[in-house]
Each structure stands twice: as C-alpha cells, then as structure tokens.
C-alpha cells in the first residue's frame, strides 16, 4: 500500500498521559501536514512539516503538543498531559510538493483518539 | 477571516438522481479549491481548481470554480448507493510557503436504492 499510513488506528489514553501518533507519508512525499476533526465540526489545520522543518505551526496549541519530521522515519504529532478535550480524529496527510505547485494534499485513515 | 461554506448539510436522494453540492467561499487570497470524499476513512482526493470557468471531470462526477462569485459546485450524475459518504470542500490560501487547508463542514450524501 503506498498510501499514507497512520498508526495507531485507535488510540486511548488517560487524563495526564501522553499521546504519540505517527504518520508515514507515501512514498516519494516529503511534505506532511496534521489536521483534527472534533466531532460535529470540520477539519482543522495544525501544522505543516518538511523533512527536519517545522514550515507552519499556526494550528497547533501552545501548550502540550508538538510535531516533528525527522529525517528518517515517520512524522509524530506529540500530546503531552492529555484533557477530555483532546478526544478527537487526528489526519495526516502529504503532498509531493509545497506551496507554488498544484499537487494535492492524500491524507490517511487518521488516528481516533479517546481521552478516559 | 477565512472561511468556507458548503450547502446543503445533508442530502438523502434516490439511485439515478443527480445532485448538485455547493461550496462557497472567503478568502484573503485564493490559490486553490479542491473537493474530497469522506467515507468514514481517509478524505478522498476529487478534485483541484485553480482557474474559473474550467470543468474538470472523472466519471460521474464534475467540478467548476466561479473565482468572481467566490465558489464551486461539484455534480454527480446517476448516483449510486457507493456515492453516498460526506463531500468536503477545502480552500488552500496563497500564503507564501504556507499550504494549509481551510475546510468547509462537508455536506452529508446518502443515496437509497
């Protein structure tokens, strides 16, 4: 499957734990971006990440969370001290290339996480 | 602020209709629209548009952007109960190197034997 994979499917986690959700774009793609889907609301973008380079963190929280895009391996959106709040479907998705092209964002199954 | 809009929020129709899902649109400067398909899963790449007046088309299904009146319909003709999932809408602002998606709420399609 050279699509973008996400794991884990379901994530469930207490109060105070930490949440780590990965994302391997497909193959060739060196762009990666998170977004969060809350329920009954839309898509909602957090950040967007080259390889080694945080490019936009506009979306993301101040507090808690954080990504990166190491230079081998999957990208990881990181939740520290998780709240109720954070109960959400987390999507990854990525693009062959950046801004100034007309190449699509393909996103994964997403990552359901359920906060106890 | 950005935003985008989509109507209807849901749609029931029977197989062999044809539906019309309408996207519109705000934006401090417009690089892209793009339409993707929701089912259950991944959102599902449809289509990108960047130049008004221009239909793309797959199958069934077709896109037009009115960049002048700020938005987008994408048709699907003879649907199929394998149409029925949620139809996003999502708009990519020029903004430098920035590539994020500002989405619309989706519109709801269910198509009945």
């Known amino acids: 499957n050279a699509g973008v994979m996400q794991n884990p499917r379901h994530l469930v986690r207490r109060r105070g734990q930490e949440a780590r959700l990965r994302c391997s774009p497909m193959?060739?793609?060196?762009?990666v971006y998170w977004y969060r889907q809350l329920p009954e609301e839309g898509l909602k973008f957090m950040v967007y990440?080259?390889?080694?380079?945080?490019?936009?963190e506009s979306g993301m929280p101040k507090e808690r969370f954080s990504a990166e895009f190491p230079k081998e391996g999957p990208s990881i959106l990181r939740i520290q001290q998780v709240v109720r709040g954070d109960s959400a479907a987390y999507f990854c998705?990525?693009?062959?290339?950046?801004?100034?092209?007309?190449?699509?964002?393909?996103f994964g199954d997403g990552t359901r996480l359920s906060i106890l | 602020e950005d935003k985008v809009v989509q109507s209807p929020l849901s749609l029931v129709v029977h197989e062999g209709d044809t539906v019309t899902l309408n996207c519109s649109y705000e934006?401090?400067?417009?690089?892209?629209l793009l339409w993707y398909k929701q089912e259950k899963k991944a959102p599902t790449f449809l289509f990108m548009l960047?130049?008004s007046g221009i239909e793309k088309k797959s199958g069934r299904l077709s896109s037009i952007l009115d960049k002048k009146e700020l938005f987008s319909i994408l048709n699907i003709t003879a649907t199929q109960t394998g149409d029925s999932a949620v139809y996003l809408c999502?708009?990519?602002?020029?903004?430098?190197?920035?590539?994020?998606?500002?989405w619309g709420l989706g519109t709801s399609l269910a198509v009945n034997p």
């Open positions: 998705a990525s693009s062959l290339s950046g801004a100034y092209s007309n190449q699509p964002q393909h």
């Open positions: 193959k060739g793609h060196s762009h």
């Open positions: 990440l080259q390889k080694e380079n945080i490019i936009d």
């Open positions: 934006v401090t400067n417009f690089r892209s």
């Open positions: 960047t130049s």
């Open positions: 999502a708009v990519e602002p020029n903004a430098g190197n920035n590539r994020k998606l500002i």
